[in-house]
């Protein structure tokens, strides 16, 4: 009993909190986003255009279902690679750490017990699904603001351009009804190419898995087993936006914008809201033995000490020497 008693911490304010403040600002970024991918609550800004440009007439490479890296594989990886490996983590890091039951498992009320596990679990994902729904915000954000368009905007758009005057390429058409002779929901969609909302989303997945991994586990004995994991991850990713980038979908821009996007959100949720994955009963956690892939704490990110750093501290400790003696 004493034990039991030692091990728990009662809280009344974790329920109410996490049901009346983090459920209603995740339901508020839910519905945000929905608005913005299928609703026209928020008009894309209508760009103009140059006369025969050649930077937006390739050839309409069809729907996107037809894409090799169609939305529905790259949502389904984007949500299921990410919390397998999280999962995966935190089971083994409870396995192998044989101190994790020192954490105080908090109690609030008489029928709900929180562990170290299930928050952490709980904590981790809650904070990548807010990520996900909030990079599509802003990928989508951009596109309405901008109303960049894509590479085969005028493949879809079909200007008249005698009717629109067209003399020579340099003549810039700033007119809306420019695009009357296309289809109306092709034109709407070519208009929003900056950033690309895919590679954002694949490159936040990739980013936040990737400092899961590096941040939480570490591998005895080999120094290339963890970089080639992580490398693996990021692979889809830039395949993703490779792929944008043949088929005539997006602009090379619009793909490094949503490396940019995905990656700075995913940056900033691990380092200042999860505090690098941090734990505080991972401290004392005793170490595994050699080749056993076990979870570490980590306080900041980590760092390689350069050859210079090296020469600095043997010079330190030479001249140490020398006034001593």
């Known amino acids: 009993m004493a034990r039991g008693r030692l091990n728990t911490k009662r809280s009344i304010s974790i329920v109410p909190c ?6 209603v ?31 937006y007439a390739k050839p309409y490479p069809g729907p996107e279902d037809t894409s090799r890296a169609p939305p529905v594989l790259v949502y389904s990886l984007v949500a299921a690679i990410p919390t397998v490996v999280i999962l995966t983590g935190e089971l083994t890091f ?12 908090i109690v609030s009320g008489d029928c709900c017990y929180f562990n ?35 590479p085969h905007f005028l493949s879809v758009c079909r200007p008249n351009y005698t009717a629109l ?5 340099q003549q810039y058409v700033a007119e809306k009804q420019a695009c009357t002779a296309g289809n109306p929901a092709l034109v709407s969609a070519a208009r929003k190419a900056f950033p690309s909302k895919d590679t954002a989303l694949s490159a936040y997945a990739a980013v936040y898995t990737v400092m899961y991994i590096t941040l939480v586990f570490k591998v005895k004995g080999s120094r290339l087993a963890k970089p080639s994991v992580c490398l693996l991850l990021l692979c889809p990713a830039f395949l993703v936006g490779v792929v944008r980038v043949a088929e005539f979908r997006n602009h090379w821009s619009d793909v490094l914008a949503g490396f940019l996007t995905g990656g700075a959100i995913a940056t900033f949720l691990v380092v200042c809201i ?5 734990s505080h009963w991972a401290l004392s956690g005793p170490l595994a033995p050699m080749g056993q ?4 704490p980590v306080v900041a990110l980590p760092c390689i000490q350069s050859p210079l750093e090296k020469l600095s501290v043997v010079q330190n400790h030479r001249a140490a020497f020398a006034d001593v003696t």
């Open 293 to 296: 892939l076990v979870s570490v």
């Open 18 to 23: 996490f049901v009346f403040v983090e459920m």
């Open 116 to 150: 170290p596990l299930l928050r952490r679990i709980i904590r981790f994902l809650g904070v990548y699904s807010f990520g996900l729904f909030t990079t599509t915000i802003f990928a989508n954000a951009g596109q309405v603001v901008t109303g960049s368009q894509t």
């Open 94 to 105: 409870f396995l192998w750490q044989s101190n994790w039951r020192e954490e105080k498992t």
């Open 165 to 169: 005057g067209c003399q020579s390429p």
């Open 25 to 55: 600002i995740m339901a508020g970024t839910v519905v945000l986003a929905y608005h913005f991918e299928y609703m026209d609550t928020f008009p894309t800004h209508i760009q103009g255009f140059f006369c025969y440009d050649s930077t």
């Open 274 to 278: 999860l505090k690098n994955f941090h």
